[in-house]
């Protein structure tokens, strides 16, 4: 038998600017999805045949494995909330990459990881998919995903996918953390309702089509970025809280949020460094940056929301057996 582990992610900025070209950062948090594979009589997951439209990431990291290998059988568990927007798909498609390399002992590192992990996201989601949970939840830390990186950010790879509308490229890459850095923690709020990340970024560009100046918020969006990923590299969390609520109100100004989401934000502002929509918006999660974890989360199950805790720098995923 083997196992790996792979973290969920957030998105601390760039959001639906990153589908423009502009960079997204997002960090891994402490949940996360463990994959275990072992030898088999059939494809099965948690018992039962797999079934590859219940499991596209699954069929699509098994199609990239050596001629000859299985059947497996796969058990799944997870710490993240379902269909949040915690990239629960990436973590599982990263941790099944790993788990299966190290069952059939073919050596495999967390780029290859990431990659296949990609190409898994974009198969299940009709050929459109960013390397951002991906890269995420392979690499841990602080990622960086944008058309060209800003000079802080340490290159790691390149990712490329063939898409409808023709070849998306991007450079992935990492912000290291100040030694010292003492991090403030994050606390994520489920508001319980599902968003579809699609469907969310055809309504962003609905919007901007009808109305040409709403694309200035994600120009807006752009420039935060860019000074939260300073704020973030020098560990000047107040600036890095700051930039969290301005890039909310881009996202807010583009009808990204709900009333839910602007009631759970404004009750955690007051014990925050900075709170947000984190994602797709629509509904998902908020997420806020603080260092009276225990208050927001109370905050956020007060007004009905489900509050998860985090560790602000998290490891990336790894093969435990
Ligand atoms: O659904 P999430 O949380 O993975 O966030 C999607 C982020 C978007 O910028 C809206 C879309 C994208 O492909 O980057």
């Given at each position: 038998m083997a196992e790996a582990r792979a973290p969920g992610k957030a998105i601390l900025f760039g959001e639906h600017a990153v589908v423009y070209g502009h960079p997204a950062v997002a960090v891994a948090i402490e949940a996360g999805v463990n994959v275990a594979v072992s030898n088999n009589k059939e494809w099965a997951v948690e018992g039962r045949p797999l079934d590859s439209v219940r499991h596209p990431h699954l069929k699509s990291i098994i199609s990239?494995?050596?001629?000859?290998?299985?059947?497996?059988?796969?058990?799944?568990?997870?710490?993240?909330?379902?269909?949040?927007?915690?990239?629960?798909?990436?973590?599982?498609?990263?941790?099944?990459?790993?788990?299966?390399?190290?069952?059939?002992?073919?050596?495999?590192?967390?780029?290859?990881?990431?990659?296949?992990?990609?190409?898994?996201?974009?198969?299940?989601q009709s050929g459109r998919a960013s390397p951002t949970d991906t890269a995420t939840s392979a690499l841990g830390g602080c990622v960086v995903v944008s058309s060209s990186l800003p000079p802080m950010a340490k290159h790691v790879f390149g990712s490329?996918?063939?898409?409808?509308?023709?070849?998306?490229?991007?450079?992935?890459g990492t912000i290291e953390l100040p030694i010292d850095s003492d991090p403030p923690y994050l606390v994520l709020g489920f508001t319980g309702n599902p968003s579809k990340t699609g469907k969310m970024v055809a309504m962003v560009a609905d919007l901007i089509s009808s109305n040409s100046e709403r694309k200035s918020d994600l120009d807006s969006i752009g420039e935060i970025t860019a000074v939260g990923l300073v704020a973030l590299a020098s560990a000047e969390w107040e600036a890095v809280g700051m930039a969290m609520d301005a890039c909310h109100d881009r996202l807010e100004a583009l009808n990204l949020s709900t009333p839910f989401l602007e009631k759970l934000i404004s009750s955690v502002r007051p014990y925050s460094l900075g709170s947000k929509l984190t994602g797709a918006g629509g509904g998902g999660c908020m997420m806020a940056l603080t260092r009276d974890p225990e208050r927001v989360a109370q905050m956020i199950e007060l007004h009905g929301a489900r509050a998860m805790i985090s560790s602000f720098y998290n490891e990336g995923a790894q093969i435990l057996i």
């Open positions: 990239r494995m050596r001629r000859g290998s299985g059947p497996f059988s796969f058990q799944i568990s997870s710490t993240l909330f379902s269909a949040a927007g915690q990239g629960s798909s990436a973590a599982l498609s990263v941790a099944a990459h790993l788990a299966l390399r190290s069952h059939i002992g073919e050596s495999s590192n967390l780029i290859d990881a990431a990659r296949s992990a990609h190409l898994a996201e974009a198969y299940a490329e996918l063939e898409t409808s509308e023709g070849l998306r490229t991007w450079d992935v």
